[in-house]
């Protein structure tokens, strides 16, 4: 139900032409109506379906379990690593624990260390699959269809590109999406960095310099601090859900945490 209400409330376009609602100021001072949705970006996990979390609490299961085998971290390493930087992955690279895959002046390192290409992988394999703990969603494929087919949809995730699509295969809806923007395309940043959404843009052919264009961006997610990076970086985004997972309080329809 509240992934129904979300994917409703972004086409707004006609509303604002009727209230007359002011959103951008171009270059001359003049007021216009905000810009049609040119693109829309879904989040993948928690957003597009919800199952208590179940795959969340397993990848962050994964995670710590790969970053003690194979690091010999401690345990509770990987989350306060996801506190401190946004993503494990992003810590475990910030401080030195792995190194990036295709980072050619890391050639000695590599043969030491592990590489965030093998945390991906690995990390992103389930047990039971994805594709058995996600059932067929008709309701959730029709109101995606009935999407103007002129506003173009891609999915932003901080997974990797595979665990997506296995999770929109599931869902039976992979048919409906352009493409996926990954943690890959956004140089391992997290959302919670604007680098992110710029270049989840400039994939997609946006200009981040034009306010416009940004507007035109629409950006549907469960996450708080992902809905206010988009909303800092211009975006038009759409908070799904009523408790935020990544603060542990009742949001509120401004997209602030009750309790943070």
């Keep these: 139900a509240d992934a129904a209400q979300a994917l409703k409330l972004y086409v707004q376009h006609a509303t604002d032409k009727i ?109 039971p699959p994805v594709t058995e703990m996600l059932q067929r969603d008709d309701k959730l494929r029709a109101m995606l269809e009935d999407i103007d087919p002129k506003i173009r949809k891609y999915i932003f995730t901080a997974s990797s590109r595979q665990h997506a699509a296995r999770c929109l295969e599931a869902l039976g809806i992979s048919d409906q999406f352009l493409d996926i923007i990954d943690t890959r395309t956004c140089g391992l940043d997290t959302k919670h960095s604007p680098a992110a959404f710029q270049r989840a843009m400039e994939a997609v052919g946006i200009d981040p310099s034009s306010p416009r264009e940004t507007q035109s961006c629409v950006f549907v997610d469960d996450s708080v601090k992902n809905i206010r990076t988009a909303h800092a970086a211009g975006w038009r985004p759409v908070l799904v859900g009523r408790v935020g997972r990544d603060c542990g309080g009742v949001v509120s329809s401004g997209g602030l945490a009750e309790s943070e």
């Design 19 to 127: 209230i007359g609602r002011a959103e951008v100021e171009d270059v001359e001072g003049e007021y216009r109506l905000r810009p049609e949705p040119k693109v829309v970006f879904f989040d993948c996990d928690d957003c597009l379906y919800f199952d208590n979390w179940k795959v969340a609490d397993m990848l962050t299961k994964n995670i710590e379990a790969w970053c003690m085998e194979n690091l010999n971290l401690p345990k509770g390493k990987a989350y306060e690593l996801y506190k401190q930087h946004g993503t494990a992955l992003r810590g475990l690279l910030d401080e030195g624990y792995i190194v990036m895959h295709d980072d050619s002046s890391a050639a000695e390192e590599k043969k030491e260390k592990k590489t965030s290409e093998e945390f991906l992988h690995d990390v992103h394999l389930l047990d």
